[in-house]
């Protein structure tokens, strides 16, 4: 008997779409974005290019790549109709971006056919009603659910019998588990502990010894294939923020903050989208020696007004001034949590800010019919920045 959750991933969605739209991208190398690739093509990946990059360095890896500029509407549409495929697949969906979800598709034997069959109809499906590329990974956890589809892409199926995990997972390099990052995978490989079969083969209290109580703990189950969740239907984001990588060297403190300020835009953009209202702002950094800092500060009253957001914001970064300085600025965040469930916002006289509700949606309605490059805030003028990386937190 195979497993019963899907982890279904679009296929470079940014730059599926565009291909999808436009017949003379096909087979060619595309990137998306501006400042910052969005997204790449398989065939602009073949290259090196990664996400996010800067635009210069996925040219010099791949200098006939054609850029497009990103039409955040166009992606919206296209995820709203694969969501629709989803959920005629299985009553049990949970979203985890703008172009994948895990689907549980327990139960669903006697009336849909095996897993397999149905991961099979599904990416069908979205390639005839949505005509776009798909991955799906079939296991009996979230976790290796998730790390098959990684291994099947592009556009591919990848199921992990049961009986079978740890036969799939254990030859698996270290960054295949879930919270490896660079410093972690670092200090694992001093040890010649190179692959997810080595870290089960330690006991859990080295592991902890090594990398303190939560991480030690975290990788032994994830190595051993111990994954305990479920698959939540209905489960609301608890944060909607955007990040841009700013790239190595030294940069005026202005184009920060203006950077700072289009990804607020972007932020309570999709907020109003969404009716969603919050309280508390977080400006995340990350520095030229790869450490990190996050900057947080709650609202009396949750809003989704740009200008509130954004001073809240501008106030956050100021305080991070001297940590920029010293180390230097290679990556900025901003998230908007603490979200209401319906979109209510008590009402208030706007003293302060009579207009800026009423700007809100103007720019709002502008950019949604005419793309999201049709307004940009005049500081973003003659900056070749893009910063509408999605950073999607639940």
Same mark, same amino acid.
């Given at each position: 008997?195979?497993?019963?959750?899907?982890?279904?991933?679009?296929?470079? =969605?940014?730059?599926?779409?565009?291909?999808?739209?436009?017949?003379? +991208?096909?087979?060619?190398? @595309?990137?998306?974005?501006?400042?910052? @690739? +969005?997204?790449?093509?398989?065939?602009? !990946?073949?290259?090196?290019?990664?996400?996010?990059?800067?635009?210069?360095? *996925? !040219?010099?890896?791949?200098?006939?790549?054609?850029?497009?500029?990103?039409?955040?509407?166009?992606? *919206?549409?296209?995820? #709203?109709?694969?969501?629709?495929?989803?959920?005629?697949?299985? %009553?049990?969906?949970?979203?985890?971006?703008?172009?994948?979800?895990?689907?549980?598709?327990?139960?669903?034997?006697?009336?849909?056919?095996? %897993?397999?069959?149905?991961?099979?109809?599904?990416?069908?499906?979205?390639?005839?009603?949505?005509?776009?590329?798909?991955?799906?990974?079939?296991?009996?956890?979230?976790?290796?659910?998730? $790390?098959?589809?990684?291994?099947? !892409?592009?556009?591919?199926?990848?199921?992990?019998?049961?009986?079978?995990?740890?036969?799939?997972?254990?030859?698996?390099?270290?960054?295949?588990?879930?919270? @490896?990052?660079?410093?972690? *995978?670092?200090?694992?490989?001093? /040890?010649?502990?190179?692959? $997810?079969?080595?870290?089960?083969?330690?006991?859990?209290?080295?592991?902890?010894?090594?990398?303190?109580?939560?991480?030690?703990?975290?990788?032994?189950?994830?190595?051993?294939? /111990?994954?305990?969740?479920?698959?939540?239907?209905?489960?609301?984001?608890?944060?909607?923020?955007?990040?841009?990588?700013?790239?190595?060297?030294?940069? %005026? =403190?202005?184009?920060?903050?203006?950077?700072?300020?289009?990804?607020?835009?972007?932020?309570?953009?999709?907020?109003?989208?969404?009716?969603?209202?919050?309280?508390?702002?977080?400006?995340?950094?990350?520095?030229?020696?790869?450490?990190?800092?996050? /900057?947080?500060?709650?609202?009396?009253?949750?809003?989704?007004?740009?200008? &509130?957001?954004?001073?809240?914001?501008? *106030?956050?970064?100021?305080?991070?001034?001297?940590?920029?300085?010293? !180390?230097?600025? &290679?990556?900025?965040? $901003?998230?908007?949590?603490?979200?209401?469930?319906?979109?209510?916002?008590?009402?208030?006289?706007?003293?302060?800010?009579?207009?800026?509700?009423?700007?809100?949606?103007?720019?709002? #309605? @502008?950019?949604?019919? =005419?793309?999201?490059?049709?307004?940009?805030?005049?500081?973003?003028?003659?900056?070749?920045?893009?910063?509408?990386?999605?950073?999607?937190?639940?």
């Amino acid at each position: 008997m195979l497993g019963v959750i899907l982890h279904a991933d679009l296929d470079s =969605f940014y730059a599926s779409v565009e291909q999808r739209d436009d017949p003379a +991208l096909r087979g060619r190398p @595309v990137l998306v974005g501006g400042g910052v @690739v +969005l997204a790449a093509s398989y065939e602009a !990946k073949a290259f090196g290019v990664r996400t996010p990059m800067s635009l210069g360095r *996925a !040219k010099a890896l791949c200098p006939h790549a054609i850029v497009v500029p990103p039409r955040m509407s166009a992606y *919206a549409k296209a995820s #709203r109709k694969v969501f629709e495929i989803f959920d005629d697949t299985t %009553p049990i969906v949970e979203p985890l971006s703008i172009d994948e979800a895990f689907l549980d598709v327990d139960g669903l034997r006697k009336i849909r056919g095996s %897993p397999v069959e149905i991961a099979r109809r599904l990416r069908a499906e979205v390639r005839d009603r949505a005509g776009l590329p798909i991955t799906v990974g079939v296991a009996g956890t979230k976790f290796l659910a998730k $790390v098959a589809s990684g291994a099947g !892409k592009p556009d591919g199926l990848l199921v992990v019998p049961l009986g079978e995990e740890l036969a799939f997972l254990h030859p698996l390099p270290v960054e295949k588990l879930w919270g @490896v990052g660079p410093v972690t *995978a670092a200090k694992l490989r001093e /040890r010649q502990i190179h692959t $997810v079969g080595h870290v089960a083969r330690i006991g859990e209290a080295a592991l902890i010894a090594m990398l303190g109580e939560g991480a030690g703990r975290h990788l032994h189950a994830l190595a051993h294939n /111990r994954d305990p969740r479920r698959v939540h239907s209905g489960h609301r984001r608890g944060s909607i923020g955007a990040q841009c990588a700013l790239g190595r060297g030294n940069r %005026p =403190f202005t184009e920060v903050e203006a950077t700072l300020a289009a990804l607020v835009d972007r932020v309570t953009h999709r907020m109003r989208r969404a009716h969603r209202a919050g309280r508390t702002v977080t400006v995340r950094l990350r520095f030229d020696d790869f450490t990190r800092a996050t /900057r947080s500060r709650s609202l009396l009253k949750a809003t989704m007004q740009t200008g &509130t957001i954004l001073r809240t914001a501008e *106030a956050l970064l100021s305080e991070a001034r001297p940590l920029i300085t010293d !180390k230097g600025l &290679t990556l900025v965040g $901003v998230a908007v949590s603490n979200l209401d469930g319906d979109g209510n916002v008590q009402l208030e006289f706007p003293f302060d800010n009579p207009g800026d509700d009423g700007l809100d949606a103007a720019v709002d #309605r @502008v950019r949604e019919r =005419f793309g999201s490059g049709a307004l940009s805030r005049a500081a973003m003028i003659g900056r070749n920045l893009n910063p509408t990386v999605p950073l999607l937190s639940d």
